[in-house]
């Protein structure tokens, strides 16, 4: 009986004794019953002398070759495969590899056609020779077309005896419209000329917020008026002030839309139906915005915008990061309108001059 109790007894204290010691374990893992971290004293913090702050290095501006990075790779690394070769084995297969690029069916054949009528057939199986012929031929396309004249801002790059300078910025949702005519507002601003910005996008309604800030940001005028729906109107009401008031420069925004809505194209042909009618030769600059990453698309939407307003030129943005630049040259090469600027990035100085050299040396050398 006592061995019995004394067993009883020594369980019971074992079971305690695990108990116990599990319940110490859980409430030790449980997070909040940790202690607090002792507060940080901020006298204690003073850094030594080491540790000061050192001013941070003005950032690198962008070079365009590391924005095109990925329009590199995406290009000449496919092409690479056959120009790195002794000798170029299947032409057809290069063929492929062209067509399933960014440039367009059309320039691609172009670059074909040129390629078989201008080299031998033996030089076709040279790498080298194809590769340079290939590199001047779409040189040629920039080249065209991107002139110093061709990429000239009027008003901007060279003096415009208009006054006010009209300018219509338009293309897709979100390709970057508000932005660039803000950098071109500024741009314009830092020159010392007169600038008015009007609101056009009357359909989105953070758009004239979002204009403000860089009208604010470039210390120009912005038009804006309450109750009015209709894009033209605003158009036509931001053109009679800036006159009125000796503007230089009146820049409007539109609210983006696809080139396949035909009653919001129709709605921009009025646009600039309305606005000359008080400057017959406005708008002296009617700019597509072009996000490069649409690719081929992109080549699309200008075909469409340039019929319905007949536009001087194109901007480019988001070259930056973009795998899809090689659209430029199908651009240039079946629509013939000059890039003015592309887009490298979201600050003003990302806004940069279009050279077509420098824009190929980045792709292909
Ligand atoms: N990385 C990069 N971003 C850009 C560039 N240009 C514009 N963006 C960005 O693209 C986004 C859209 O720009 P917005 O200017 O609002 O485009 P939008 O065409 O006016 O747009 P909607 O008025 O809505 O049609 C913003 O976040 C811009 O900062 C560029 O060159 N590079
Ligand atoms: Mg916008």
């Known amino acids: 009986m006592e061995i019995l109790l004394a067993n009883i007894e020594f369980l019971i204290a074992g079971a305690v004794a695990v ?62 495969s056959f120009f790195s070769k002794a000798e170029i084995e299947d032409w057809e297969e290069m063929e492929e590899v062209l067509y399933t690029s960014d440039l367009g069916p059309k320039t691609v054949q172009d670059l074909l056609d040129y390629l078989e009528d201008d080299l031998p057939a033996e030089a076709r199986k040279n790498p080298q020779a194809v590769k340079e012929h290939l590199i001047n031929k779409l040189t ?40 660039t005519l803000g950098k071109l507002a500024s741009l314009l601003s830092q020159k010392g000329k007169k600038v008015m910005v009007a609101a056009g996008d009357t359909f989105r309604a953070a758009a004239d917020s979002q204009l403000r800030v860089w009208a604010e940001r470039a210390g120009v005028e912005i038009f804006s008026p309450e109750n009015v729906s209709d894009p033209s109107a605003v158009a036509y009401q931001a053109l009679e002030k800036a006159k009125s008031q000796g503007y230089d420069h009146l820049l409007v925004d ?62 480019f943005t988001k070259m930056d990061g973009s795998a899809k630049a090689g659209v430029a040259f199908g651009v240039s090469n079946e629509l013939e309108l000059p890039i003015k600027r592309i887009g490298i990035g979201e600050k003003l100085e990302d806004l940069r001059p279009f050279k077509s050299q420098d824009f190929v040396e980045s792709i292909f050398l």
Not at 150 to 167: I, Q, R, Y
Not at 268 to 289: G, S, W
């Open 19 to 80: 108990i116990g010691g599990m319940a110490y374990y859980f409430r030790s893992k449980t997070p909040k019953e940790l202690p607090p971290p002792p507060p940080v004293k901020t006298e204690e913090k003073a850094p030594s002398v080491q540790e000061e702050k050192k001013p941070v290095a003005a950032a690198e501006p962008k070079t365009l070759k590391s924005a095109l990075a990925k329009s590199r790779e995406n290009f000449l690394g496919r092409l690479e």
């Open 140 to 179: 040629s396309y920039l080249n065209a077309v991107s002139t110093e004249e061709g990429t000239c801002l009027k008003g901007l790059d060279s003096e415009l005896d208009a006054k006010p300078v009209v300018w219509m910025i338009v293309g897709v949702n979100g390709s970057g419209k508000t932005t």
């Open 254 to 315: 539109t609210a983006g839309r696809l080139h396949t809505q035909k009653n919001l194209m129709e709605e921009l042909r009025k646009m600039k139906r309305v606005i000359q009618k008080l400057v017959p030769d406005a708008p002296h600059e009617t700019i597509i915005i072009l996000d490069a990453n649409n690719g081929q698309n992109a080549l699309q939407q200008a075909k469409e915008f340039h019929q319905a307003l007949d536009l001087s030129g194109v901007i």
